[in-house]
């Protein structure tokens, strides 16, 4: 069976949740991560270091599932990498290798996990498996410092309520991730069933877009979003969600909401407005 190759293009890997202009991305062909660390870091996690091969001879993923996942030591299923994301997410003097694969991971955790290494003096190390957190939908910005984070746009549901967050996350110096949360959508109309005339909320995130300065720095981020309150009786009859924008602002060291989109901002449920630099 053909195996699928590592999604690596920065482009490719932005557009499945963000619009991002074509200056904020690398080249179609150009990797977020050294191919010889990512090699080298799925071999140490491999049991037995028994690792998988691409079409092209690249090493793309592990025979068996590895530790830290669901299924490890349960199942004969192999461990297929999806993205790799290097940069210094620990600290402004690391560097870091973030993994995410796939075919390990129980039908209940939809999110996967993501391998955190550290790399000194050109050895690569496992710091720790980040179980629940996915990359799959996040893009990397740097500080004023030299250090790391991820913009993610991540989603959860249950059978009464769908949560989508844009959320900035850093990793502490374990491996742990550190998410704090810009902007929160959600929908509750899932909760007509036991309180009908209670009222709900609908809000959707629509698109999430990057600004930069005329230095090409990041300079914020704009949210695009849905939002109506409506009482359950009454959500049938009402118009359509109306749309807003909310941008944020990002001076090297923190993103902080525009007064402009102050107003807008405080019709979601959102529980910041401001995301620090250490």
């Not at 993103?255 to 107003?263: D, I, M, R, Y």
Request: positive net charge; contains cysteine; charged residues 20%.
């Amino acid at each position: 069976m053909r195996r699928r190759r590592i999604a690596i293009a920065v482009a490719i890997a932005f557009g499945f949740l963000f619009s991002v202009p074509a200056s904020d991305a690398q080249s179609p062909a150009a990797p977020e991560a050294n191919p010889a660390d990512i090699a080298q870091a799925i071999t140490l996690v491999c049991p037995g270091h028994e690792v998988t091969l691409s079409e092209d001879g690249i090493v793309d993923g592990c025979k068996s599932c590895p530790d830290g996942t669901d299924l490890y030591e349960k199942s004969a299923e192999s461990w297929l990498l999806q993205r790799a994301i290097s940069g210094r997410f620990t600290s402004k003097q690391d560097e870091n290798l973030l993994l995410q694969g796939t075919g390990c991971d129980s039908p209940n955790n939809s999110a996967g996990g993501t391998f955190v290494f550290v790399a000194k003096a050109g050895q690569i190390s496992l710091l720790k498996y980040a179980e629940g957190f996915s990359i799959e939908g996040c893009g990397k910005f740097s500080y004023l410092d030299g250090s790391n984070a991820l913009v993610c746009r991540l989603k959860s549901s249950s059978q009464e309520w769908i949560r989508e967050v844009v959320t900035i996350v850093r990793f502490d110096a374990t491996g742990a991730y550190c998410p704090q949360y810009l902007f929160l959508a959600r929908d509750t109309t899932g909760e007509c069933a036991q309180r009908p005339r209670e009222p709900v909320e609908e809000s959707r995130i629509i698109d999430v877009q990057f600004s930069r300065s005329s230095s090409g720095a990041l300079s914020g981020l704009t949210v695009t979003a849905t939002y109506r309150s409506v009482k359950c009786s009454q959500l049938a009859s009402q118009n359509k969600n109306r749309t807003y924008k909310v941008r944020f602002v990002f001076n090297g060291k923190r993103f902080k909401v525009a007064l402009k989109g102050k107003e807008a901002y405080d019709l979601f449920f959102s529980p910041v407005v401001t995301v620090e630099t250490s």
